[in-house]
């Protein structure tokens, strides 16, 4: 199962709660590129970690995917006591914005929900998602949405385009809780009535008037951000942010041939920073997919 990469789109900043957890108003789509988990029966749980990124995965009690397995246990006692090996391939950058450990969190729920036959209803599980982290309720979802609440009002966007972009990280870790607790600002405008997004061109304009508020506080712990961003928009973006805490940013392109002819550009000039060219998911299914879930109905 692949646990997509999560991008802010644009991330307006709120509130805050009494408990210190910040208020947000946010448009997410997920890519099609992402970690990739898969389970299977075992004699005894096993989690093997592969990929790019394994060696920046923490194993141990604050794994997301063994503390998610672990509550599906909790939860469901008898029905989910099988043992199960889990691979996690990381093939995206750590504590990056782009919440991979929270989507391999969801990854994990969706898959051992299936594995073990587990009877849960999606409210149950977006309700387990977040009590693992803010961002697992969206991921769960990882569809075009609006979420609010601390990310746990979700709103659906059925109509949201599929974007070509290009994601960069200058490969430098940043600690979500520390980008919060900079803001100078904590109640900030919402995001503009959303338009219409018929495509690309149309969302690039209305995402170029929002903003990312934990951007101004990102960048003065890791100036290199704005250089990445920088880097996007002189390949030709027609308009590049960070996405969530940070540090990764992206760019949107107008036609995914130009997201992969910036992204080896960028990864020639900056051969030490990741770079990826991938597109946001579309609710609307494309021909392909349609062709293929025609087939498998016949
Ligand atoms: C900022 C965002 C935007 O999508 O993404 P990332 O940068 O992590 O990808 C999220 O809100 C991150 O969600 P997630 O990474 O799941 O956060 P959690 O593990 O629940 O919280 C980590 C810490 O971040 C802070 N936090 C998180 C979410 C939120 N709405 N307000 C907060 O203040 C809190 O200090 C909390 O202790
Ligand atoms: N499977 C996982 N993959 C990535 N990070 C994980 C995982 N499990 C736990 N973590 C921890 O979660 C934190 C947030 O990671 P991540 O979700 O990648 O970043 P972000 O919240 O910035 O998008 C990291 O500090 C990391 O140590």
């Given at each position: 199962m692949i646990a997509s990469a999560k991008v802010n789109l644009a991330l307006?900043?709120?509130?805050r709660r009494a408990d210190g957890y910040h208020l947000l108003d946010t448009l997410v789509a997920f890519s099609s590129d992402g970690d990739l988990l898969e389970a299977e029966d075992g004699?005894?749980?096993?989690?093997?970690?592969?990929?790019?990124?394994?060696?920046?995965?923490?194993?141990?009690?604050?794994?997301?995917?063994?503390?998610?397995?672990?509550?599906?246990r909790e939860k469901f006692g008898e029905a989910a006591r099988a043992p199960v090996h889990l691979h996690l391939e990381k093939n995206l950058p750590v504590a990056s914005g782009?919440?991979?450990?929270?989507?391999?969190?969801?990854?994990?729920?969706?898959?051992?929900?299936?594995?073990?036959?587990?009877d849960i209803d999606e409210a149950t599980l977006a309700r387990l998602g977040l009590s693992l982290g803010a961002d697992v309720p969206m991921c769960l979802a990882s569809?075009?949405?609006?979420?609010?609440?601390?990310?746990?009002a979700l709103e659906e966007l059925p109509h949201f385009p599929a974007l070509p972009l290009v994601l960069v990280n200058p490969n430098i870790p940043l600690s979500t809780p520390e980008v919060f607790s900079r803001l100078e600002r904590r109640e900030n405008p919402p995001l503009s009535p959303l338009g219409a997004f018929t495509d690309t061109v149309s969302a690039a304009h209305w995402?170029?008037?929002a903003r990312n508020d934990l951007e101004k506080p990102a960048c003065q712990i890791v100036p290199q951000i704005e250089e990445a961003r920088d880097a996007l928009k002189e390949a030709n973006a027609l308009f590049a942010r960070m996405s969530g805490s940070g540090a990764t940013c992206f760019g949107v392109f107008s036609t995914r041939p130009g997201a992969d002819q910036a992204a080896a550009l960028l990864q020639e000039r900056h051969p030490d920073w990741f770079v990826l060219a991938t597109e946001t998911r579309s609710p609307v299914p494309t021909q392909a997919e349609n062709a293929h879930v025609q087939h498998a109905r016949a």
């Open positions: 307006h900043v709120t509130g004699s005894e749980d096993d989690f093997f970690v592969s990929g790019h990124f394994a060696a920046h995965v923490p194993i141990g009690e604050t794994n997301l995917v063994t503390r998610a397995r672990d509550l599906l782009i919440g991979g450990g929270s989507a391999d969190a969801a990854a994990a729920l969706r898959l051992l929900v299936r594995h073990w036959q587990i569809k075009p949405l609006v979420a609010r609440g601390i990310g746990e995402l170029k008037e």
